[in-house]
């Protein structure tokens, strides 16, 4: 008959299953990964059977793998609803927030509301995974993030969402421009024919932007892109040195244009682009006390 094995070791397993890698679930348990691998070793010396297949830097489960995370999945969310019903009982927070966002929110509106929820929370770690829209809801489908901030409304039924923000899109260009730098507004016909920097596919500001675009008839297809960027601060530093025009988040672009490095170019037929921002986390995952308490702050934030 085997012994009972460790709960912890078990905790461990659960964490590089779902991961699919070792440095992840490193990561996320603030463990180096020898120590993960000495404890994945453990479990299967303990069940004399491997639980993985290493295939150079990847992984995938055994047969025994397999099985074994089905019979600890209840078991790790028993544990975590324990821990979770006395943190409610004593109203004590603490530990480590795991959240993902893309650029904008994760650049721009969480650092100040991290700060005040730490101000309230003190012995709070937090830590913000910022990626483009759709590594963000990979890593929340996955449980390596507990929550996350996005620019682009998310589709399927994975994963839970509310709009926490909203922001307007601008056209924007360089004042040295060419021939559009003296210009007032930018007509559809006149925008399909101007060199055009966009971000790369999958971002939530190129979602956002192709679909207020098809209101005046524009599609993607139609613009001469002359470079699809992976950052905001790429298609910033494009624009700024006249490569071509952009459209862009105003929370990105507000010092440059106020400063005159930048100039917005209203498009003529088309209102204020605006966009919306969404905080989401999985549907089959229910969440801590820290991430529900997070989730109100953040909505606190949006009232006051």
Not at 11 to 19: A, C, K, L, Q, S
């Amino acid at each position: 008959m085997t012994s009972a094995v460790e709960l912890r070791l078990l905790e461990i397993f659960y964490h590089v299953y779902n991961m699919r890698s070792f440095s992840k679930a490193a990561q996320h348990l603030g463990l180096s990964q020898p120590t993960i691998s000495g404890h994945i070793k453990a479990v299967e010396s303990h069940f004399g059977v491997p639980l993985f297949d290493r295939k150079g830097r990847t992984i995938e489960a055994t047969d025994a793998g397999h099985l074994l995370y089905r019979k600890c999945e209840g078991l790790i969310e028993l544990q975590g609803a324990a821990s979770d019903a006395m943190d409610r009982f004593l109203n004590h927070f603490e530990g480590r927030l795991h959240l993902g966002a893309s650029n904008i929110p994760g650049e721009y509106f969480l650092p100040p509301i991290l700060s005040r929820f730490r101000q309230r929370f003190p012995q709070i770690q937090v830590t913000l995974h910022i990626q483009g829209t759709q590594p963000t809801l990979a890593k929340v489908v996955s449980g390596e993030v507990s929550a996350g901030f996005i620019g682009g409304l998310p589709y399927g039924e994975q994963v839970h969402s509310v709009r926490f923000a909203s922001d307007e899109l601008v056209a924007v260009c360089s004042p040295a421009f060419g021939e559009h730098a003296s210009i007032t507004s930018l007509t559809a016909e006149q925008l399909r024919e101007t060199d055009f920097v966009a971000r790369e596919p999958g971002s939530g500001t190129r979602s956002a932007m192709d679909r207020r675009l098809q209101e005046i008839g524009v599609r993607y297809d139609d613009l001469r892109i002359v470079a699809e960027l992976g950052s905001n601060t790429a298609v910033l530093e494009a624009v700024r040195a006249g490569i071509g025009m952009s459209i862009v988040s105003s929370l990105c672009v507000s010092r440059e244009l106020s400063s005159g490095v930048l100039q917005a170019i209203p498009l003529e037929g088309l209102p204020p682009l605006e966009r919306n921002f969404f905080r989401v986390h999985a549907r089959h995952r229910t969440l801590s006390p820290l991430v529900e308490a997070f989730f109100g702050f953040v909505d606190e934030q949006k009232r006051a």
